[in-house]
């Protein structure tokens, strides 16, 4: 697996479970997330990279392809959901984001429509310090 595709989603067919006659609408978001360091204050950005919607049915299997370049670096993350239904609204994105959790840790969504979560940040202490506005 290169590292690009580390970050893509595949979604699909899982013996363990019933399938559906028809397709369950799901999207899979990819966002970049850019982290600023102010005063020991860590605040963050983000911007969608691509939103795509497929349908699952549980007897094949979908890859979503992350965008072109999207994967963690200095002073940026990168965060990927997978959920049910309309596009997300302000309102349901994360209230924080854990820029020590440069491993991928799943992130809390202020919705129960997000089935699947993971953020990719920066590492911290000095690495962190480098992004000043």
């Known amino acids: 697996m290169t590292e690009a595709e580390a970050y893509d989603i595949v979604l699909g067919h899982n013996s363990a479970a019933a399938t559906v006659c028809q397709g369950v609408p799901v ?10 360091s102010v005063a020991g204050r860590v605040s963050y950005t983000m911007n969608s990279a691509q939103r795509e919607q497929v349908a699952i049915d549980g007897r ?65 202490g000095d690495e962190l310090r480098q992004c000043h506005l």
């Open 60 to 124: 094949r299997t979908v890859t979503v392809k992350a965008p072109k370049g999207f994967e963690a670096r200095d002073c940026g993350g990168t965060l990927t959901a997978v959920y049910l239904g309309k596009p997300l609204t302000e309102a349901e994105m994360p209230v924080e984001l854990d820029p020590a959790g440069s491993g991928g840790g799943d992130v809390e969504f202020t919705t129960d429509r997000v089935a699947f979560s993971v953020a990719f940040m920066p590492g911290s």
């Open 27 to 36: 999207q899979v978001e990819f966002w970049h997330v850019v982290l600023t």
